[in-house]
């Protein structure tokens, strides 16, 4: 089975759409799941030592709601216990987080040190003895270093937006994954505006109903994407034009 780079199939709507039918069909156990999730990850970044371990752990939170939108698609039902079905791949997918939060330091390193060298060990010094001089002072270079970043997280927001994905749900090597998720990223640049957009508008309305609110919208965030993502691992093999590359064993 081949993997499509350009979507063929249904866009970020209708992915929201069926996202919402999985969500609202099973809202308590989806609730359920992200409430313990948030709640454990809120005592890990409490815990000194143990703060650091959220950012390898958060991945779980996706891949668990991937393989809960799996279950059901193929089945019809879903109980608690099928949020962790990707568990024999949790090497795989551990691993696989950690060469994203490698990468992520590698690139987040030039930036620290450009932003540094853009203010001048001097501006930490106002920064000290008068936050308002230095703001008024580099307003314009913190401008600069945050259009910076902004554009870097998207650009890297995009090689990795189906990076998961993929691991989870075909054999593809490390390597292949990040490959073929900048080109899917690449090739549907206004699906994933459309899905930055989505993601903001639902996390602020979450936001307003506090972590009940969040216990809905986090989860069918990361419905929409699983559905979106499923038109690049169709179902049938029967495309010959995909553009992307070598064939990949798949569980769906």
Avoid at 121 to 139: K, N, R
Avoid at 145 to 153: D, K, T, W
Avoid at 170 to 193: C, D, F, P
Wanted: charge should be negative; include cysteine; glycine fraction near 8%.
């Amino acid at each position: 089975m081949q993997i499509n780079s350009t979507i063929a199939g249904y866009g970020m709507g209708t992915s929201l759409s069926r996202a919402w039918d999985d969500i609202k069909s099973n809202v308590f156990l989806y609730a359920g799941f992200s409430v313990v999730f948030l709640i454990v990850y809120a005592i890990l970044s409490l815990i000194p030592f143990l703060g650091m371990l959220t950012g390898f752990v958060s991945f779980i939170f996706n891949v668990s709601i991937f393989a809960a939108c799996h279950h059901y698609r193929q089945t019809g039902q879903l109980e608690f216990g099928n949020f962790f079905s990707w568990s024999p791949k949790f090497g795989r997918l551990f691993l696989g987080n950690l060469i994203y939060v490698g990468l992520a330091i590698l690139v987040m390193i030039p930036l620290v040190i450009i932003s540094i060298a853009m203010l001048g060990l001097s501006a930490f010094s106002v920064l000290v003895e008068d936050p308002q001089t230095f703001i008024i002072t580099y307003g314009s270079t913190l401008a600069g270093i945050a259009l910076m970043f902004v554009v870097v997280s998207i650009i890297f927001g995009i090689w990795f937006f189906a990076y998961f994905f993929l691991l989870q749900f075909t054999e593809m090597s490390y390597s292949e994954a990040l490959k073929a998720s900048w080109k899917i990223g690449r090739n549907n640049i206004v699906q994933l505006i459309a899905f930055v957009l989505l993601s903001i508008g639902l996390s602020l309305l979450g936001v307003l109903v506090l972590i009940i609110g969040l216990a809905v919208t986090f989860p069918l965030l990361i419905a929409t994407q699983y559905h979106f993502m499923r038109n690049f691992v169709p179902e049938s093999s029967g495309e010959d034009d995909w553009d992307i590359m070598k064939e990949a064993n798949t569980s769906f």
